[in-house]
C-alpha cells in the first residue's frame, strides 16, 4: 500500500523568503507523483507532476520540486515566497496500477508581509 | 481553461436522507472520480469510473454509494441514507484518456449532515 507523509501541517514564511514544502511516499514500484494547491474556496489545482522523465520538475507558479529515489522524497520548492502563494498544499502519489491518487495530509502555507 | 463544476456547493440534509452531488466533467475526458476530505482529514479516493462502469473503488465506497453517468455530459455522487461521519467536502475529478496523470478537480461540495 502506498503513502504520503507530509512534514508540517502548518508553514510560515516571510514574503521573499525560500519556500520547502516536504514530502515523502512509500510505494513498492516507482511511483507518478504529484503537487495540488488549494486555494480558499476553491477546488485542487495541480501545480506540477513528476511521471519518471526529469527528476527536477517545474510546476506553475515558478514552483518546483525534485524527485530524489533514494530519499523517497518529493519537495516543493519556491525561491521566494510571495502573499498569493498562501494556500493549502497537497503532495499525492500514484502508481502504475491504477488510477487512484494517495494524497499526503497538506501543508497550510502562510506568508508573512 | 476547461473545468469540472459541481453542484450544489453547499448542501445541508438530515441523517437518513438520500443525497445527489453532480458533477459536469471536462467534455472530452473519459476518466471519472470522487474523492472526499473529511474536515481536518486528508483527501481519500472513493471511486473511479471509466466506459460507463466502475474502474476502481476504495473501502470507503460501501453499499451506500453508487455513481451514475446519466448522460453525456453529468457524473453523480448518489449517497444512499446519509449519516453523520459522510460529512465532508466532495470532489469530483476527471482526466482524458491520453493523459490519465493530469487529474482535474472541481471545487467541490460541502456536505453537512445533521
Known sequence: AQSVTQLGSHVSVSEGALVLLRCNYSSSVPPYLFWYVQYPNQGLQLLLKYTSAATLVKGINGFEAEFKKSETSFHLTKPSAHMSDAAEYFCAVRDNAGNMLTFGGGTRLMVKP | ?114
Open chain 2, 1 to 114: 481553461e476547461p473545468e469540472v463544476t459541481q453542484t450544489p456547493s453547499h448542501q445541508v440534509t438530515q441523517m437518513g436522507q438520500e443525497v445527489i452531488l453532480r458533477c459536469v466533467p471536462i467534455s472530452n475526458h473519459l476518466y471519472f472520480y470522487w474523492y472526499r476530505q473529511i474536515l481536518g482529514q486528508k483527501v481519500e479516493f472513493l471511486v473511479s469510473f471509466y466506459n460507463n462502469e466502475i474502474s476502481e473503488k476504495s473501502e470507503i465506497f460501501d453499499d451506500q454509494f453508487s455513481v451514475e453517468r446519466p448522460d453525456g455530459s453529468n457524473f453523480t455522487l448518489k449517497i444512499r441514507s446519509t449519516k453523520l461521519e459522510d460529512s465532508a467536502m466532495y470532489f469530483c475529478a476527471s482526466s482524458d484518456g491520453t493523459n490519465i496523470n493530469t487529474i482535474y478537480f472541481g471545487e467541490g461540495s460541502w456536505l453537512t449532515v445533521v
